[in-house]
Structure formats: structure tokens, C-alpha cells
């Protein structure tokens, strides 16, 4: 989580699915970050995430300072997720 923080980020989760559901699954895996519960799926909505089973898609937004979305990766690699985000926030070489 450091290399997110040391780039000026902040890491949260969404899912349709319940709060309960949620604690569990962040238990397990010892994540630090927090994960909202979106139930009823309003805003996965929005985001044109909310499957047509009531759950939202794995999508993850790398969203500016700005409130502007400036990245969308609808194809997640969970097995290198993390890097490829934090190779996208870092500033172009000079």
C-alpha cells in the first residue's frame, strides 16, 4: 500500500455485495484498504459497471485530484493489478 501512498493515492474497493461479505473477505486477504458496499448497485450503475446479474464487473478507475477519471482498465490481472496501476500514476520520464 506504501507505493500507492507514496504516489499521492488513495486505494478503495466497491462491490454490489454486503457489508458483512465485505469484512470477510477483507479478513481473509488482510487487505488495507477500505471496500464500500454499493447494495442495489447505484453506483456501479453510474459507472457502467453493474452486470446484468446485479454485480458489478471487475473495473478498477484511477480517478485525478480533480475528480476526473483518467484511466479505466475493464481487462484486471489480479496478479499484477497493482503494479500496472502504479505504473500508470507515475509521472513520465524526463
Do not use: W
Not at 461479505?21 to 447494495?39: E, M, T
Not at 452486470?51 to 480517478?63: E, H, K, S
Amino acid at each position: 500500500m506504501s507505493k500507492f501512498e507514496s504516489l499521492g493515492a488513495q486505494v478503495m474497493g466497491i462491490s454490489t455485495q454486503s457489508v458483512e461479505s465485505h469484512r470477510k473477505f477483507a479478513q481473509s486477504l488482510k487487505l488495507s484498504f477500505p471496500i464500500l458496499a454499493d447494495v442495489g448497485g447505484k453506483v456501479a450503475k453510474k459507472y457502467g459497471v453493474l452486470g446484468p446479474n446485479g454485480l458489478a464487473q471487475r473495473v478498477t478507475f484511477l480517478i485525478d485530484k480533480n475528480g476526473v477519471v483518467t484511466t479505466i482498465d475493464r481487462k484486471v490481472n489480479v496478479q499484477t493489478h497493482g503494479a500496472d496501476m502504479c505504473a500508470l500514476m507515475r509521472p513520465p520520464a524526463k
